[in-house]
Every structure is written in C-alpha cells, then in structure tokens.
C-alpha cells in the first residue's frame, strides 16, 4: 500500500508554510514562524484534523552555530538527508521559471502525534536529475541570498506546491497560506478555474477571483516590514514569464512591486493576524482588509518538559489533549509537588550548561532565561543597558543569565549583538553568572523555557507580532517578565502570571530599561528569596502561570478557532 494511502480519501486543508520545524534533527526552519508551523501540525495531528503540510525540503538545512574567542557568530553548513526521516514521492510535476522547464519533486514526512494521529507533510524538492543545475538548487538552503533566487523558491512552493497535490490525489478544501511566501499558489488556483474564452462577455476577466478567495485564508505574522516579501516586476516577469498578465498582478499584488502579503491579502477570504495587537496593527497596515485575530498558541505535549509532564498526567489525567484543564493548576497543583518538579527541570538545563559552555550554575539563584532570534528589535541587549546598576541588583540579589539564539547569516546588527552579549559577559564576569547556549534548536528550547525561573522577553513594540517562548515557559511553571506587546498584552496579568515591564506604549529604550531593573529590584527577586509577600509567594506566581497562560495559550485552542472560523465557512 502506498505510504500516502491512508491520507487520500478525506478532503484536507493544504496548509503551506516555507519553513516546518519537524525535529531538531531535521533543520528545515529558521526560527517562530517554523516552530508555530510544526505546533500546527502537532495539534492537528492531535485533534485529528485532516490537515496535510507543504513545505520545502531545504536539504542545505539553516545552520550551525558556533562563536568566536570574541563572541561572534560563526556559521557552518547543516545539511540534512531526506531519505533518512522522510519516503520519496512517486509523483513530480513541472512549472516553468526563467523560461525553463522546473521538475518538482518531493518528499512524504508523516508526523506522529503521541496520541497516536497521524499528518502527511510533503517537502517539495527539485534537487533532480531532469532540472538545469542552477534549478536542483532552488530547495537546497532555507531562505535564499537574492531575490531571484526567492521567487524561484515561492514560486516553487506555491505552484508547485499545488500541482503536487493535485498530482498525488489529494483533495483539498482549503488553502492556508502561512505567511505571505506561498501567495503564488492562490494565483495558480486563478489559471485552474479560469472561466473558458467563449463564457466570457466582452472585457470581462477569465479570473474566479471570488471562488479563489473562499478556498484561501492567509496568517500574517509580521508588523516588521523586512518580513513581508516584495519582488520588482522587470524581476517578476524574468521569472514568472507569461504565468499570468503583469497586469493582473499589478492589480492583486500592488502597482510599484508585487507585495507577497498584499496578494494573499487580496486572495483569500478569511486573514488574520497572530494576537489581537497584531491584528490592530495589520489593520493599520493595510486599511481596508478585515483582519481576525486568532492568537498563536503552543503545543502542550511537546513545549512541555518530562518532569512536569509527569506532574499534570498524575494531578490532571487529559491534560495534553484538553489543556484548558490546566486552569485547575492553582488548586489541584500542590506548591510541593510543583516546586520538584520544576527543580528537576532546572538541573537538566544547568548540566547542558555546563557541557556546553563550560560555566558552573548554582540551583539555588534564580535564572534569567532569553532566547530568540537575534536581531535588533528583539532588544537581547535591553537588559545590559546600564551595567553598574545590573551589577548593584545583582550584589543585593544575586541571579544569572542563560543565554541563546540565532542570528540571520545576512543580519549583521543581529550578528553585533551576539558579539555584544559576549563582551557584557566578559564585563559581568565574576558579578553574574552568564552563558551563551550555542547552536539553538528546539531541545535546547525545551531546556531554556522549562529550567529558567523567569523568561524575559524585551521586543521593541509593536513589532513584536506574537512571540510564543513565553507561552513554552507557561506551560512549565516559568513566569514571564516582559514588555507588553504580542501574545503578552492578552497574557500578562500583574504578579498573577507575571510582569510586565514598561508600559503599553512605545516607552523607548531607556525607559524600558529603567523599568526593566526596578521590577526586577523590587518585585521579582525579592519574591523569589521570599522577602516580598506571603512565603509561598514564588510557588502560586508558578500556578499562575500554568492556570492563566498554559491552559489558553496552546495550539490546540488556536487549531480549533482556525478549524470553526477559517476553514469551515
């Protein structure tokens, strides 16, 4: 039986991301967006959804991470071999770019959820022996260097992608386009119902815009303008040629450029955007485009580590499957209980520190968690604004700093800041303990959001569209303390399930860092030593945490407001 067998017979929704965060062996994402894809197909897989995936198989992988002996970024090639975790496809298919023939191979991933569901994801690939050398390339590395080369990938991703599944026997319902990359596939859906010459009246266009539209739905996930892909038409029609008149584009995707966002915009019926801040901003973005909001959401089972899985399967059988009854944490949780479990939780992350870095933590201080992507509106460096006054927080209240992320290979402000964090280290040393967790993935995350104490979290605002690391800490017990934007707008409720740092509004750098130190002066570390409030102060800010975030801020609640609003309509 073919391996795709079980997954034909029921219509599906195609849901099409350029990256996929599967495993951590296999490095076919770059950071959030790949992450939140992989928890979307988790959830489906656990609420048994008839999803199926389309990805790009990205063989060259993101990269390796490594430093310098002054802190800088060093990266080395992350191949990955398909054939070792994934089947090949029987089927390919074929579109043309740049005038010549492109062959779209591919890939079937089956992701297994631990309740046992199941979800095809298909990685297309065109490294084939029928393609032009520069074409085998096109899915090799994971976000690619020109804009030439990145059209080729949506268009490879979008057109492909639907032809593929079209090829496989697949039978879809629905389009759901993460991100703006894969916008070419609502365009091919235009030339396949095309409405025949001699239907049409005189100037009437051949398009079913309308029906496009209620076959796509479309997730924005960015207010940062570098994230919403833009292509110049000369570029356009070299690659693209003749697939569609110029002109249509011109009307769908924006007169000047073709704005990736503003054709999925125009293209699908339902959009929304990843918190209900980023909502409101994409509105004011792009005016005149309704736009929902379906706040992100992480997946309980795997954002969640072994010990305190442990803890919920004994206090709270289900859990993983319906996590809304972890609002029962803050009563059926006990503090004891809790605590053990999350100091477990915290020795994990200390032994990875120590093997990976060389530096000693102590379990007894407080850990500052931080990772994310590195670069400048994340504001990694917020918190070494002012080193005297961290340094007399510290000689008061001793606590240390874990470390860790990524910078793009072509983001060179993100690259400064990692060299800069290593230099405040160095500056630190002796004062607070600190280290940098090389090469981040998803075990690592793992670590870092369930063996910190808290998780800071500092993005300038409002370009922080969701942010989910706060989320992952929630569901191990590990308050957040974090500017209010994104997800923690919704989230934050005072001393409850954490703090927020600044105000709601765009305070400003020094500010922000003001306000940063004197919560952390004066609330939080005093709380954690017991030295503010009642002694079990710590341990219910922890069942908070679970009880008020975990248990709304999952996949599963978001899948299902995707699956009631979006795709059933």
Known sequence: ????????????????????????????????????????????????????????????????????????????????????????????????LQERQV??????????????????????????????????????????????????????????????????????????????????????????HAHAPEELRPGESPFDVPLVRDLCCFTTHTPVEAGHDRFGYDLVQQVLDDFVPIAVLKQLGGEDVLNMTRLALNLSEYVNGVAQRHAEVSRRM??????????????????????????????????CHEPELLVRADCCIPQTALLQAHAEAKRALIARVAERTGVTLQPDLPILGFARRMTAYKRPDLLFTDLERLKAIAAARPFQVVLAGKAHPRDEGGKRLIELLHRHMRELAGVIPMAYLPDYDLDTALLMVSGSDVWLNTPLPPLEASGTSGMKAAFNGVPSLSVLDGWWVEGCIEGVTGWSVGAATEAGHDNDARA?????????????????????????????????????????RMMRRYATEAYIR
Do not use: C
């Not at 350029?18 to 992989?38: D, H, K, N, Q, R």
């Not at 929902?292 to 859990?319: C, I, Q």
């Not at 102060?537 to 248990?551: D, E, F, H």
């Open 1 to 96: 039986m073919s391996p795709l067998e079980p997954f034909l017979h029921t219509p599906r929704v195609a849901y099409f991301s350029m990256e996929i965060a599967l495993e951590s062996a296999i490095p076919t994402y770059a950071g959030g967006l790949g992450v939140l894809a992989g928890d979307t197909v988790r959830a489906a897989a656990d609420l048994e959804l008839p999803l199926v995936a389309v990805s790009l198989v990205s063989r060259g992988g993101h990269f390796r991470q490594s430093f310098d002996e002054a802190g800088r970024q060093v990266e080395q090639p992350a191949p990955w071999e398909p054939r070792e975790h994934a089947t090949p496809l029987a089927a390919k298919v074929a579109l043309t």
């Open 103 to 192: 062959w779209v191979g591919g890939w079937l991933y089956v992701l297994s959820g631990h309740l046992g569901g199941k979800q095809p994801v298909l990685l297309l690939d065109t490294d084939l022996e029928e393609n032009h050398p520069d074409d085998r390339s096109i899915t090799h590395q994971l976000y690619g260097e020109d804009g030439s080369y990145r059209l080729r990938q949506e268009a490879v991703l979008g057109i492909g992608g639907v032809r593929l599944l079209q090829a496989l026997g697949f039978e879809i319902r629905q389009y759901h386009m993460n991100e703006g990359h894969s916008a070419l596939l609502a365009v091919e859906l235009l030339r396949r």
């Open 286 to 319: 792009f005016p005149g485009y309704r736009v929902h909001a379906v706040t992100n959401g992480v997946h309980p089972y795997t954002w969640t580590a072994p010990p305190l899985r442990a803890l919920y399967d004994h206090y709270l059988p289900g859990w």
């Open 516 to 556: 940063l130190y004197d919560k952390l002066e004066q609330v939080v570390l005093p709380l954690y030593s017991g030295q503010l409030g009642a002694a079990d102060g710590w341990a219910r800010v922890m069942q908070g945490a679970i009880a008020k975030n975990a248990s709304f801020f999952n996949s599963h």
